[in-house]
Nanobody, 115 residues
Framework: QVQLVESGGGLVQAGGSLRLSCVAS????????MGWYRQATGKQREFVAG???????NYADSVKGRFTISRDTAKNTVYLQMNSLKPEDTAVYYC?????????WGQGTQVTVSS
């Protein structure tokens, strides 16, 4: 089973930036479309951003214009650049397949945005 390991989270002030990374234990070329998801305390996990194997991207309305998803197949890594962070972006962030059967979820990385 493929393992996904997220990192790069932390505590940041509103307006700040973070770059999240998700490293897969095998080539992401064979995993298809990949995405980032987040889960705030007491809420359901939600889609944040997705990138296809041809690098077409899609974003939740709440993050459009602020977040950028990208992938580096040579490094088996998917990134999420987050700018202009808001307190409502506070959540645990996960990566996984997008528009396909999900893999086992990793532990995620905590992002906390202070006002």
């Amino acid at each position: 089973q493929v393992q996904l390991v997220e990192s790069g989270g932390g505590l940041v002030q509103a307006g700040g930036s973070l770059r999240l990374s998700c490293v897969a234990s095998r080539s992401i070329s064979g995993l298809g479309d990949m995405g980032w998801y987040r889960q705030a305390t007491g809420k359901q996990r939600e889609f944040v951003a997705g990138v296809t194997s041809s690098d077409t991207t899609n974003y939740a309305d709440s993050v459009k214009g602020r977040f950028t998803i990208s992938r580096d197949t040579a490094k088996n890594t998917v990134y999420l650049q987050m700018n202009s962070l808001k307190p409502e972006d506070t959540a645990v962030y996960y990566c996984n397949r997008w528009r396909n059967l999900r893999l086992n979820w990793g532990q995620g990385t905590q992002v906390t945005v202070s006002s």
